[in-house]
């Protein structure tokens, strides 16, 4: 069986996250998502998720693509992750080409374009106009 994991926070989910999610099942057999904590999104990526983690974890198991979502609680656990669930290929977005090379001496690593159209970061814009 083949293993790809992601990670991501996953907040405001839309159709570009079910789109990497879709594209990144495809690289194997079982899917991990590595879903970003409360905390770990407030105190690294100075985040504040709409939804809680329970609930964005809940969205992402109603997902038929995902197999498995695990606690993302620090930018180090990759490497362990990677060991710990015998991952093929890490998948991730385009925007961190390069970012995560340094597992390539673990397994396969791949950059999927985003969906050019859609982010969080654009929804969260366009409501705060209206």
């Keep these: ?72 609680e620090s930018w180090e656990q990759k490497k362990s992750d990677v060991q710990e669930y015998h991952i093929d290929t890490f998948v991730m977005g385009d925007d961190w080409e390069g970012k995560f090379d340094f597992l390539k001496e673990y397994c396969d690593v791949v950059y999927l374009p985003r969906t050019p159209e859609i982010s969080t970061t654009q929804i969260k814009k366009d409501l705060n106009k209206g």
């Excluded at 405001?12 to 594209?23: A, D, E, M, V």
């Excluded at 194997?28 to 905390?39: Q, W």
């Excluded at 985040?47 to 695990?70: M, N, P, Q, S, W």
């Design 1 to 72: 069986m083949k293993r790809v994991i992601t990670y991501g926070t996953y907040d405001l989910l839309h159709y570009g996250h079910i789109n990497l999610l879709q594209r990144a099942k495809q690289y194997g057999d079982y899917l991990i998502v590595a879903l970003s904590t409360d905390e770990f999104n407030w105190k690294e990526k100075q985040k504040k998720c709409y939804f809680t983690y329970e609930e964005r974890k809940r969205l992402l198991e109603a997902i038929r693509y995902v197999d498995l979502v695990i606690p993302e």
